[in-house]
């Protein structure tokens, strides 16, 4: 009991101290394939309809603290337009908000998405797609519900007591507001009318916007995404997709790799627009700042999913299986909820796709 406490403590400290002095982290979605603008500003638009529209939550280290330490919410609109007049081409455009608090630091961003999908080849089967998204981030902390080393008293805190922390702003509430831009790239195929593969990198913070509530000119480090995937399907029955991702930022990298199974519920006249999902992931954050030499695995991430008439529900849960780490948190990584809807198919001879699968 006493060791399991020590473990909390260890890491409530962490979260705390990395969210106020470190450089700053971007949150992540171990759904990233279900949460397209918040991976790759060139998905904008890339779907086979005229608008999607997409939710995601994320709650991490549950056990560690209630309410959670990690909290992330994040929703987004993006549509496909001017498909006729570009011959072939689209024009996409969105919007994507998300609100991420860690601990007593809250950040919201929005972000203006914008896409064009250059198609390619006779039968137009390939797209190269560059993206780009411009709005603001802003982050703000109440350092008065705050306990600091100095205000340790020996038997516990007093938080009347001065903190002598050199914050820029001295009656406790600190807050700002920065401009920022993230870009990027993305190319997709169908080979064949079953088999089909994609590919993107996008980089985020171009603007490294001071991200510091301290006097001082910390920046916020950009971070560069690369990610890929195949899809196959297998006489209209079942739709395999493997995937993954890379990304650094600062010192700090992450990789998930895996794949996904949607079973056809719909018949081969429909295939996909009825289906049933389950998929396996393994998160290899092997790299931070803290413990440079770990090249442990992170968690083993599952998820379940249900496609219905356009819609996707998705829950996906990190069981923790780094050793320490696992005994705070009780194995509970984090637990995730996905919501995504499209409209329906424009070309009615093209199937549904109960992922983010880019099938045209």
Same mark, same amino acid.
């Given at each position: 009991?006493?060791?399991?406490?020590?473990?909390?403590?260890?890491?409530?400290?962490?979260?705390l101290s990395f969210g106020l002095s470190s450089k700053g982290q971007d949150y992540?979605?171990?759904?990233?394939?279900?949460?397209?603008?918040?991976?790759?500003?060139?998905?904008?638009?890339?779907?086979?309809?005229?608008?999607?529209?997409?939710?995601?939550?994320?709650?991490?280290?549950?056990?560690?603290?209630?309410?959670?330490?990690?909290?992330?919410?994040?929703?987004?609109?993006?549509?496909?337009?001017?498909?006729?007049?570009?011959?072939?081409?689209?024009?996409?455009?969105?919007?994507?908000?998300?609100?991420?608090?860690?601990?007593?630091?809250?950040?919201?961003?929005?972000?203006?998405?914008?896409?064009?999908?250059?198609?390619?080849?006779?039968?137009?089967?390939?797209?190269?797609?560059?993206?780009?998204?411009?709005?603001?981030?802003?982050?703000?902390?109440?350092?008065?519900?705050?306990?600091?080393?100095?205000?340790?008293?020996?038997?516990?805190?007093?938080?009347?007591?001065?903190?002598?922390?050199?914050?820029?702003?001295?009656?406790?509430?600190?807050?700002?507001?920065?401009?920022?831009?993230?870009?990027?790239?993305?190319?997709?195929?169908?080979?064949?009318?079953?088999?089909?593969?994609?590919?993107?990198?996008?980089?985020?913070?171009?603007?490294?916007?001071?991200?510091?509530?301290?006097?001082?000119?910390?920046?916020?480090?950009?971070?560069?995404?690369?990610?890929?995937?195949?899809?196959?399907?297998? =006489?209209?029955?079942?739709?395999?997709?493997?995937?993954?991702?890379?990304?650094f930022q600062a010192k700090a990298q992450q990789w998930i790799a895996g794949s996904?199974?949607?079973?056809?519920?719909?018949?081969?006249?429909?295939?996909?627009?009825?289906?049933?999902?389950?998929?396996?992931?393994?998160?290899?954050?092997?790299?931070?700042?803290?413990?440079?030499?770990?090249?442990?695995?992170?968690?083993?991430?599952?998820?379940?999913?249900?496609?219905?008439?356009?819609?996707?529900?998705?829950?996906?849960?990190?069981?923790?299986?780094?050793?320490?780490?696992? =005994?705070?948190?009780?194995?509970?990584?984090?637990?995730?909820?996905?919501?995504?809807?499209?409209?329906?198919?424009?070309? =009615?001879?093209?199937?549904?796709?109960?992922?983010?699968?880019?099938?045209?």
């Open positions: 009991m006493k060791n399991n406490l020590h473990f909390r403590i260890i890491l409530f400290s962490i979260i992540k979605f171990s759904q990233f394939y279900n949460s397209p603008l918040n991976l790759n500003p060139a998905f904008t638009g890339k779907i086979n309809s005229l608008y999607r529209l997409v939710a995601n939550y994320r709650v991490q280290y549950l056990p560690v603290q209630s309410p959670s330490p990690y909290n992330t919410l994040s929703a987004s609109a993006d549509f496909g337009l001017l498909r006729d007049r570009l011959k072939g081409d689209i024009f996409g455009a969105g919007i994507v908000f998300t609100n991420d608090r860690q601990t007593a630091i809250m950040s919201n961003t929005l972000m203006v998405s914008l896409a064009y999908h250059k198609s390619l080849g006779k039968n137009k089967n390939h797209y190269l797609s560059a993206g780009v998204q411009v709005g603001f981030i802003q982050r703000s902390v109440n350092t008065n519900n705050l306990a600091f080393e100095n205000q340790f008293t020996g038997a516990g805190f007093d938080i009347n007591k001065p903190n002598f922390e050199n914050f820029f702003n001295t009656n406790g509430i600190n807050k700002f507001i920065k401009p920022n831009i993230h870009l990027g790239l993305f190319w997709s195929s169908n080979f064949t009318k079953t088999i089909g593969a994609y590919a993107g990198a996008s980089v985020f913070n171009v603007l490294k916007p001071k991200d510091s509530f301290f006097k001082s000119d910390n920046e916020r480090a950009m971070r560069y995404n690369a990610h890929a995937g195949l899809f196959i399907d297998v =006489k209209k029955v079942v739709l395999i997709s493997p995937n993954g991702m890379y990304m996904t199974f949607s079973f056809n519920l719909s018949g081969k006249s429909e295939p996909y627009k009825t289906a049933i999902s389950a998929g396996i992931w393994v998160d290899g954050g092997a790299k931070n700042t803290l413990i440079p030499n770990d090249k442990s695995l992170n968690a083993i991430i599952s998820s379940v999913s249900v496609s219905f008439m356009g819609l996707q529900i998705g829950v996906s849960y990190d069981a923790t299986i780094k050793k320490d780490l696992s =005994k705070a948190d009780k194995s509970f990584g984090a637990l995730e909820a996905s919501i995504i809807y499209t409209s329906k198919p424009l070309d =009615k001879k093209r199937t549904y796709s109960p992922l983010l699968c880019p099938k045209f």
